[in-house]
């Protein structure tokens, strides 16, 4: 049976380590925020070698599946994501320019959607859902207008902000995670000295 202390020290400094690396990706997300310019720059690489190694093993898992009917479609896929994930590396600025064109129209047709549907629908969630139609529809002009200098600090502030998120969220997650383990560890430990005591005692009575 395990040992229920060195549990908790694991899993307590498994949580140590969840909280580190939500401070590390805290740190890059506020330097990102500061520096958006090398952000994007990093999120358009990073995107590239993703779609590069991913359709590098696509393509070998289309070749190990060769005979299959759906060994041509693989086969197209894998090319792709490799061919994108090329243009991408070779064209970050580019490749950005043309994301942020891609996610402005995406701000402006679902902040038209929502503003007519909270018009039409007018359900319980009225006024939240004006709200994020108009921050929408407002969000997508400025980034469409600003257009294609936006694409220098768009795509870096969103990808500092998805870091810094995730980065408070795994904090959160470690410094609650110890605590939980810490509690558990001080009920635990009464208890045990409470059922090792009789153990001894029956060992004793034996002997004698």
């Known amino acids: 049976m395990a040992d229920p202390a060195k549990e908790g020290r694991r899993l307590s400094r498994s949580f140590s380590g969840l909280a580190l690396l939500g401070a590390v990706l805290v740190v890059a997300g506020l330097v990102g925020l500061v520096y958006t310019g090398v952000a994007t720059l990093t999120s358009m690489i990073l995107f590239g ?10 393509l070998l898992h289309a ?6 009917n759906y060994f041509w479609l693989g086969v197209v896929v894998a090319a792709l994501n490799i061919a994108a994930g090329v ?16 996610a402005a129209l995406l701000f402006l ?11 039409v629908v007018r359900g319980p969630q009225f006024g ?7 921050f929408g529809l407002l969000l997508g002009l400025l ?28 904090i959160a997650i470690g410094v609650g995670g110890r605590r939980i383990v810490s509690m558990v560890s001080d009920q635990l430990g009464p208890d045990q000295s409470g059922q090792e005591q009789p153990a001894e005692n029956e060992q004793k009575r034996s002997d004698s």
């Open 87 to 102: 243009v991408v590396i070779r064209h970050p600025h580019g490749t950005a320019e043309a994301l942020t064109m891609f």
């Open 49 to 58: 070698w993703l779609l590069l190694v991913g359709g590098l093993v696509g």
């Open 109 to 119: 047709t679902g902040g038209v959607f929502r503003l007519v549907g909270s018009v």
């Open 143 to 170: 980034v469409l207008f600003d257009w294609p200098h936006s694409s220098l600090y768009v795509l870096g502030c969103f990808f500092s902000l998805a870091l810094l998120f995730d980065g408070l969220g795994l």
């Open 63 to 68: 070749i190990q599946s060769r005979g299959t």
């Open 128 to 134: 939240w859902t004006l709200l994020q139609g108009a």
